[in-house]
């Protein structure tokens, strides 16, 4: 079975087993009731090790400032992945030849102007502003833990490339040595969560899918100074697929929106992803497609008994 038949078997098994809910859109689907129960126990497994490093609970819309987004330079690496919301602002004349052009299958898009939004590209972002906003940083710097809804525009029949996602994000804020000092702690936090519920797991250095001759680069990079690792797991696919990333961004987000340390030098950042969807699919795809059947232990862990 090639990857693209094993793609698609697996797609149609969650689909028979009311895991996925196809809108008929490629990797935009709705999730089912059992699919989501197991995600949120995961989460709730998440929450010890968060709540002992003391970090603060925050949550954002899905949705961004377009100012913000054009500050962290996303655009500048990732243009191809973005996605830019749109709204009609027309007269009724327009919106009578916007409706008779609907009605006849007929490109519409001229319609419709660019708001002050954007789809949320990656979970932490919003923290940053906040976080300059809100003055120098404490001496031990700042954690921050969120769940949020992602989009990525990357069409795809591999269940376990959607376009809409959640990420489970810590973000750690502070000087270089507070921040590497994290990210290692959660490396191993990670690895020893994603085990503990009976998957096989290996940890990479990696890099982003930075866009064109510059992004080459740019990945090149960031593995040679091993800024990004993800753990990765197999589900559907020839290779295997990351289900959790740790990044250290230096002083990326530090410079672009004023973040102090409390000695007044500019932040450094990391954050880590625990991917919702991934991580759950990776389930199902390991101990079977039914919870009932999954192994005790794994049961025990994330709460179905005792």
């Known amino acids: 079975m090639n990857e693209k038949e094993s793609q698609r078997k697996f797609f149609n098994e969650l689909v028979a087993h009311g895991h996925f809910l196809p809108t008929g859109v490629p990797g935009v689907h709705g999730r089912g009731a059992e699919f989501e129960d197991a995600g949120m126990r995961l989460m709730r497994v ?3 090790p968060s709540d002992a490093d003391g970090a603060e609970r925050v949550h954002f819309p899905p949705i961004l ?3 913000v987004f054009e500050r962290t330079g996303y655009m500048d690496t990732m243009p191809h992945l973005s996605g830019c919301v749109h709204s009609f602002s027309g007269d009724d004349v327009a919106q009578a030849e916007l409706v008779d052009r609907i009605a006849k299958g007929e490109p519409w898009e001229t319609f419709m102007q660019m708001t002050d939004v954007t789809l949320t590209p990656a979970a932490c972002y919003p923290i ?3 976080c300059g906003e809100q003055g120098p940083l404490p001496p031990d710097g700042r954690r921050l833990d969120l769940l949020s809804w992602i989009f990525r525009h990357e069409p795809s029949d591999d269940p376990a490339r959607l376009q809409n996602f959640r990420q489970r994000e810590m973000v750690r804020l502070g ?4 921040v590497q000092k994290w990210r290692r702690l959660w490396m191993d936090r990670g690895m020893e969560i994603l085990t503990s519920i009976g998957l096989e ?6 890099s982003d899918p930075f866009f064109g ?3 080459r680069m740019l990945q090149a990079n960031q593995r040679a100074l091993a800024l990004k690792f993800e753990v990765q797991t197999p589900i559907c696919s020839d290779e295997p697929t990351a289900i959790t990333s740790f990044n250290y961004h230096e002083d990326h987000f530090g410079s672009k929106f004023d973040i102090k ?11 880590l992803g625990f991917g919702f969807e991934r991580i759950t699919l990776a389930l199902f795809k390991a101990h079977g497609l039914r919870v009932a059947n999954w192994p005790e232990q794994v049961q025990k862990v994330l709460g179905y008994v005792g």
């Open 261 to 271: 340390t409390s000695a007044g030098e500019v932040a450094h950042t990391a954050c």
């Open 175 to 178: 000087t270089p040595e507070q």
């Open 213 to 215: 001759r510059g992004g």
């Open 65 to 67: 400032s377009r100012k």
């Open 46 to 48: 998440i929450d010890g």
């Open 201 to 206: 797991v290996h940890l990479e250095t990696a």
């Open 128 to 130: 940053y502003p906040m």
